[in-house]
């Protein structure tokens, strides 16, 4: 469940690094936008004025000279009263604008201009006409009022300057724009080194992020493959163990009397099926928690009692082995805590049992618990081997097994403190370890308790 909610975060995190990028992608698109509008804008201009220095006049002239000719024909054409018929200023305008487009001279200047410049030459220029007006004598007749007409404007125009002229026959007023075709071509060339690295960065971690799928989902399936099979090897490793294990009950009561040595080889006998079990149990219970998860079922109890009570229960058990175990607390009165109550008792016995096993002299084990409002800690303290430094750090790790472990013949699989960690995590506490070696070590176990 683990790795599928770290997948899920994944797949965010990608899903939230393509966002980001295309963000990126976008911001530095309008961003040389910008830049490639105000290049040509300034290029135009410096286009015009040359245009103007070379040949001593507007680069405007030939369209506002052809306009002027026309508005004179176009007053000796219609009586003045009809420049008020609205079919009369459209066929006006439409004219107007013909006339512009056919007396325009600059385009091809603007195109010589930009090729010796190394600059982009594949564009359209044309004129937003703002207001048109006829005059005839003192009287002005308004054929174009506000954007009515002339080049198509869209987001990719560049304004350049508005023109405005007054001649004998008429006024005007236009906007100079320019548009380049390939517009936004040009700037994604220019873009192309950013873009290849973020498309191969998203492409890498698009990559990393299926390998590992893959990965976790093999992995899956072996797992539950290992989990299968261990399940039915220690189903079937417990029938011959039940079977012997009665056996030697058999032998020890039914052969064993007055035969000291055979009742040993009975004793040995137990005492080995019991080790298997308990080994087994350990195998079964680890492939659980990683098949299932480690779920806790939390209670309410007496907090002092239980201790007591493991302890003790503990020390009977133990009671031809020497020992001494001390409890100590604070707490007075009765204290109700709710945890899991069959859990906590594993965690205590692991500790217990782990405290004799390592240790080379008489066992002398401190239990010390302090609780308050929002949390309780366990310290488990014992005289035995000790932890070296260098291996403290992995005494929690699964079928982890100290070197000292080993040279003592203690026997094991390494799963007893990886459990305790787990126990210990799953009430979302924590559990630390200080150890000197020779001296002994000190557990830590800090639980958070409910209100």
Request: charged share 25%; glycine share 6%.
């Amino acid at each position: 469940m683990k790795h599928i909610i770290n997948m899920v975060l994944a797949f965010i995190a990608l899903l939230v690094l393509v966002a980001v990028q295309v963000f990126v992608i976008n911001e530095m698109f309008q961003l040389k936008k910008g830049e490639f509008d105000k290049t040509y804008e300034e290029e135009v201009f410096y286009a015009l004025e040359q245009f103007n220095y070379e040949k001593s006049q507007s680069p405007f002239s030939s369209i506002l000279l052809s306009l002027n000719n026309y508005a004179d024909t176009t007053l000796l054409k219609y009586p003045v009263f009809e420049f008020e018929d609205s079919l009369v200023k459209l066929e006006v305008a439409n004219e107007v604008k013909s006339v512009m487009a056919e007396n325009d001279s600059i385009s091809v200047f603007l195109a010589s201009y930009l090729g010796n410049k190394k600059l982009e030459t594949d564009f359209q220029s044309g004129f937003q006409i703002r207001k048109f007006s006829l005059i005839h004598f003192n009287d002005r007749y308004n054929i174009m009022d506000g954007n009515v007409g002339g080049f198509l404007v869209n987001s990719s125009s560049i304004f350049i300057q508005t023109i405005t002229a007054e001649y004998n026959f008429y006024h005007i007023e236009f906007d100079f724009y320019i548009d380049f075709t390939h517009k936004k071509k040009v700037i994604i060339r220019e873009m192309r080194v950013a873009l290849l690295l973020v498309f191969g960065t998203i492409s890498i971690v698009l990559i990393v992020y299926l390998l590992t799928l893959r990965n976790l989902l093999r992995q899956k399936k072996l797992s539950e493959l290992k989990s299968d099979f261990i399940n039915n090897m220690t189903h079937e490793l417990k029938t011959p163990l039940s079977t012997i294990s009665v056996a030697s009950s058999g032998l020890s009561i039914t052969k064993g009397g007055g035969n000291k040595k055979l009742e040993d080889l009975a004793g040995v006998i137990k005492k080995q099926i019991k080790l298997l079990n308990k080994m087994i149990d350990q195998i079964l219970d680890i492939s659980m928690l990683e098949r299932a998860g480690f779920v806790i079922s939390k209670n309410t109890f007496e907090l002092v009692a239980f201790f007591e009570e493991v302890i003790g229960s503990y020390k009977l058990k133990n009671k031809d082995k020497e020992l001494n175990i001390y409890f100590v607390h604070q707490i007075k009165g009765s204290h109700f805590v709710m945890l899991d109550k069959f859990q906590l008792n594993r965690v205590l016995l692991n500790l217990l049992s782990n405290s004799v096993k390592y240790c080379n002299e008489v066992p002398e084990i401190k239990i010390n618990i302090e609780k308050d409002d929002n949390q309780l800690v366990i310290r488990f303290k014992d005289n035995g081997i000790g932890i070296p430094q260098k291996e403290q750090k992995h005494v929690f790790n699964k079928f982890y097994r100290l070197e000292t472990a080993r040279e003592v013949g203690v026997k094991g699989l390494g799963l007893g403190l990886y459990f305790v960690k787990k126990i210990v995590e799953a009430h979302n506490g924590y559990i630390e370890v200080e150890s000197t070696p020779g001296k002994g070590s000190t557990f830590v176990i800090t639980i958070p308790l409910e209100g």
